[in-house]
């Protein structure tokens, strides 16, 4: 039932007139030396606290007063004044005790208006004593926006005492946090090894002893730091200092800690130089788990193919950042023409493409090496409808820039897939086979894929991925009136084929993406399985679960963070599908669902690329 302001307002101006009136008062509260008179009536309709004093049958209700001991005259005045007038009362002074009284006394309303007033006069001088008042009084909007001022004000809140008394659960969530707004990694890194090296009580360890020890260590490495990041190699070369007296602090078992901390940090943004110097930490190098993390992440540098197909999530980038991690796909438009589209995981929303539109083509494929993606379609050779053609371009500054090669192949259906620096072309019959370097624009023959039945015009390749080193092939057979599917790899090491074991069902449609830890294929039949090396030399697959139980056509999936996205053609069974499922615990958080239309064309591929590129 909706309330008329008038006479909300008419009631409120006939209880004005009670206010430090005598009449009719009938209980008196004492704080103090001060006592109040007041109204039950007004007292129980106001506050819970009240209310359940008075029908609790205690000698205060029998004698007509209550004393408070924790609330001072002047704050319980000027919440009277609230109750009995309306009016405004809250200062930036005031605005805390008044909060605690009202918390006490249970008053919902004034809590709420105390909560929003905080939250309105949040600022740089007072958010960590709001929060923790916040933290105190179980405030979670208060809290909340609480957390959020941190988060956008990270570097000068870690120069705070509150940010060295953090506990590790509440840094752990900011140094997870996507929302975290820093000018680089390395902040984040710093700021990590300053709480670790803080000693709440006790002596400090001699710092001269564990600097002497980072020099040896340096040395001994033999980095030079000409031309690399000189700024964030001074962050890590030298102790991280508290604001805090170090007589003062000693080890309380932080180092602990440090493993997970850098584990969810995001380590692979890290410059080589830089994950180099904090190799040679003491706090890192004395500590297995943390140091394990900066060697992978240092891994993920050095080795290009590591950076290729995927983005493990020490490599995400933060809302902060000038680029962004996104799907890439394709957009159909009138006169022949599509256009590229991306869809921003954490804006939740599609967004075009800032490049000329594409010419529509019968056959294309998309490539990205590192953040550099590239283009390939067909052209008919003339006179010859059965070949083309492959053109190929890179996406440089938003332009399409030519990549001279001279590749034909069958017009028909085609693959383009990334190891390491070289992008691996094959048509979909598996007879030819060439790696280029679009860098230097050298194209090289290799071997086709082995002479197998199940490569034929009537068995086509279904799909092309890559684990590691290997390219993986993958086409579909009919055996003894069942479907299954053929996987050949191809070692671009070795430069040699083998043939794996087969998967139940047919390849049609199906697609791959990776996460921190696997390789993952998806069927069309909702079929989840993931490649796993029980031996160093020995590939298999493990089935793991079943996603749907209808037919879907895919066009890609992707990880981000803990969440699948999955891509394909729309479809009225999966919407109705009640086996679909939404997650998959202890897996993936969630999975999302995205349909599009089936003229589209099958792309959904994860890509880095600058915010400005989006529109």
Not at 259 to 274: D, F, H, I, Q
Not at 506 to 523: E, P
Not at 548 to 561: K, R, V
Request: hydrophobic content about 40%; overall charge negative; proline content about 3%.
């Amino acid at each position: 039932m909706s309330i008329n302001r008038e006479l909300a307002y008419g009631i409120v101006q006939g209880l004005r007139d009670f206010w430090k009136c005598d009449d009719l008062q009938d209980f008196t509260v004492t704080l103090g030396t001060t006592t109040f008179g007041c109204h039950r009536f007004l007292l129980a309709a106001c506050s819970g606290y009240f209310k359940a004093l008075f029908r609790s049958g205690m000698k205060e209700t029998e004698i007509r007063n209550v004393d408070i001991d924790d609330i001072s005259s002047e704050t319980f005045e000027l919440i009277l004044e609230t109750l009995y007038t309306g009016h405004g009362v809250l200062t930036n002074d005031n605005v805390i005790d008044i909060w605690r009284a009202a918390d006490k006394l249970q008053i919902v309303f004034l809590i709420t208006e105390c909560e929003h007033y905080v939250i309105r006069s949040m600022s740089s001088e007072n958010y960590i004593e709001y929060y923790q008042i916040g933290n105190l009084l179980s405030s979670q909007p208060v809290t909340k926006a609480a957390s959020l001022y941190v988060l956008n004000n990270f570097n000068s809140f870690v120069k705070t005492s509150a940010f060295l008394k953090l506990s590790m659960n509440d840094l752990l969530k900011l140094v997870q946090s996507q929302n975290l707004k820093v000018n680089s990694e390395h902040d984040v890194i710093m700021a990590i090894l300053k709480w670790t090296e803080f000693r709440p009580t006790g002596p400090q360890d001699n710092l001269s002893n564990i600097r002497e020890l980072r020099c040896k260590r340096l040395k001994a490495l033999n980095i030079n730091d000409k031309g690399g990041n000189t700024g964030d190699i001074e962050i890590f070369a030298g102790s991280a200092q508290s604001d805090t007296d170090p007589r003062n602090i000693s080890s309380n078992n932080r180092e602990q800690h440090l493993g997970l901390l850098l584990s969810n940090a995001r380590t692979c943004l890290l410059s080589r130089e830089s994950l180099e110097m904090l190799l040679c930490n003491p706090l890192v190098s004395d500590n297995k788990t943390a140091s394990d993390v900066v060697n992978k992440a240092l891994l993920y540098k050095l080795q290009i193919g590591k950076r290729n197909g995927q983005w493990p999530t020490a490599a995400v980038r933060r809302n902060c950042s000038e680029y962004e991690n996104v799907a890439w796909t394709t957009k159909q438009q009138e006169g022949g023409l599509f256009s590229l589209q991306t869809l921003s995981f954490t804006r939740n929303k599609w967004l075009r493409f800032d490049v000329r539109n594409f010419y529509e083509r019968d056959f294309v494929a998309f490539s990205a090496i590192d953040n550099n993606v590239y283009y390939f379609y067909m052209t008919q050779v003339e006179g010859q409808e059965i070949n083309g053609h492959v053109i190929a371009y890179g996406l440089v500054e938003k332009e399409l820039k030519p990549i001279k090669m001279s590749l034909t192949l069958k017009y028909a259906k085609f693959f383009a897939t990334v190891v390491d620096e070289l992008i691996y072309i094959l048509p979909n019959n598996g007879t030819v086979m060439c790696s280029l370097n679009p860098s230097s624009e050298v194209l090289v023959t290799l071997p086709r894929v082995p002479a197998d039945p199940t490569m034929q015009d009537d068995h086509p390749i279904c799909h092309v991925t890559t684990f590691e080193q290997m390219i993986l092939v993958f086409s579909s057979v009919s055996e003894k009136g069942a479907d299954e599917t053929v996987t050949q790899c191809y070692d671009t090491t070795k430069k040699i084929w083998t043939r794996l074991n087969n998967l139940e069902g047919s390849a049609n449609g199906m697609t791959s993406f990776k996460d921190d830890h696997f390789t993952y294929f998806l069927k069309s039949s909702g079929d989840l399985w993931k490649m796993v090396k029980p031996q160093s030399d020995v590939l298999e697959f493990e089935y793991v679960a079943k996603l749907w139980s209808c037919n879907w056509l895919l066009s890609g999936a992707i990880t981000f963070l803990d969440k699948l996205y999955i891509c394909g053609v729309k479809s009225e069974t999966l919407s109705i599908d009640s086996q679909r499922l939404p997650c998959l615990p202890g897996v993936f958080s969630k999975i999302v669902f995205i349909e599009r239309e089936s003229e589209e064309k099958q792309i959904f591929m994860p890509v880095t690329i600058k915010k400005t590129y989006m529109v």
